[in-house]
């Protein structure tokens, strides 16, 4: 029952940010989900473990990469802050700079760490957008 709820909480938030359907970015969940063989209690605590700085194993960043590839909110190792910053209107006065330059140690870790710095940068305004 979690992983709907986080799946549905998920595919909102990115459908609203990357103009694909609902059920679009449901379907790329569960793919990534799928193909890093994340479990239910893995894709709900995924966000809470990056906000807690704690590291994930590498099939969460994995995972985590995946749907930000997969939605545009990450290209090419950046973050793209027109996708990300489109689904509020409080979200555009946030400082994604920051997260320009971040980098890991392979491309799920750069991803990932891209999409916790988008996360803690975020939170500062007190948007739980990602």
Known sequence: ?????????????????????????????????????????QVTSLRATAMANIDPDTNSKCFASCVAKKTNVVQNGKINEEVAKSVDAAAASVDLGPCQGVTGSDECDTNFQITKCAMQQFSKLNLNLI
């Open 1 to 41: 029952m979690k992983y709907v709820f986080a799946t549905i909480y998920l595919s909102i938030y990115l459908s609203l940010v990357t103009c694909l359907t609902k059920e679009e970015v449901i379907q790329t969940v569960q793919q990534c989900a799928q193909e890093f063989n994340l479990s239910i209690q």
